[in-house]
């Protein structure tokens, strides 16, 4: 069935480690989006994406990297320059117009050790 | 939930009731809107939309209203059950296509039996 894929679930980086987050999903959208989540906070944009091979930077993009090579998927590297990176991390896609909602993964949760 | 704040406005409603959940909104320029759901651990789930040239919109078992004149948007749930529990997130998009949306805190939503 349709939906997307957010993996590992749990995920755990060391000091100066860069970490990848996967983000796969089937339902043809052309739009994929990043968030952070922390304990009372909404969401906060990470980045985005509208189409393949371009992105764009959201709200708190600093220490985070992504690309856009494929329809369907678009990773996420927390990099070591991201000094507080405990948080739990969700994948979004939607069409990207005609006011359809955006869909959301399952999330990981990222730890530092 | 670990994933959801801690420390969120709380509403508790016993089974069967219903409950209204409310959400104050930042931008007049605002012309779509969505409520989220969250359990505990998993990603905001889609429950209903509006666009702002709506002031109600009804799924199944709820109702979306709108209020621009005072940037108010709330969510009823018609008798709530158990499974209703969770976090519930207003989000606001200013460009009409679900790609930038603004998230709320939230709102945790307790059902007593």
């Known amino acids: 069935d349709g939906g997307i894929t957010q993996s590992p679930k749990y995920l755990f980086r060391k000091e100066g480690q860069n970490v990848t987050l996967s983000c796969e999903q089937n339902l043809n959208h052309d739009a994929m989006y990043w968030y952070r989540q922390d304990p009372g906070q909404g969401l906060r944009l990470i980045y985005y994406?509208?189409?393949?091979?371009?992105?764009q930077k959201g709200d708190i993009a600093e220490g985070y990297s992504v690309s856009r090579e494929k329809k369907e998927s678009f990773p996420l590297t927390v990099t070591s320059a991201q000094k507080n990176p405990t948080a739990f991390y969700l994948c979004a896609s939607s069409m990207g117009r005609g006011g359809q909602p955006q869909h959301f993964g399952d999330g990981t949760r990222l730890s530092i050790l | 939930g670990e994933n959801v704040g801690l420390h969120l406005p709380t509403l508790s409603v016993q089974e069967g009731d219903n409950s209204i959940i409310n959400c104050a909104y930042s931008?007049?320029?605002?012309?779509?809107f969505i409520w989220y759901k969250q359990e505990s651990g998993k990603g905001p789930q889609f429950i209903i939309d509006?666009?702002?040239?709506?002031d109600k919109r009804q799924g199944q078992r709820v109702t979306v209203l709108l209020n621009k004149t005072v940037k108010h948007l709330s969510l009823q749930i018609a008798a709530t059950q158990p499974g209703d529990s969770a976090v519930y997130f207003c989000a606001e998009d200013v460009t009409g296509t679900a790609s930038k949306l603004t998230f709320g805190t939230g709102t945790r939503l307790q059902v007593t039996l």
């Open positions: 994406s509208q189409i393949v091979n371009d992105f």
């Open positions: 931008n007049s320029a605002s012309d779509y």
């Open positions: 509006i666009r702002s040239n709506m």
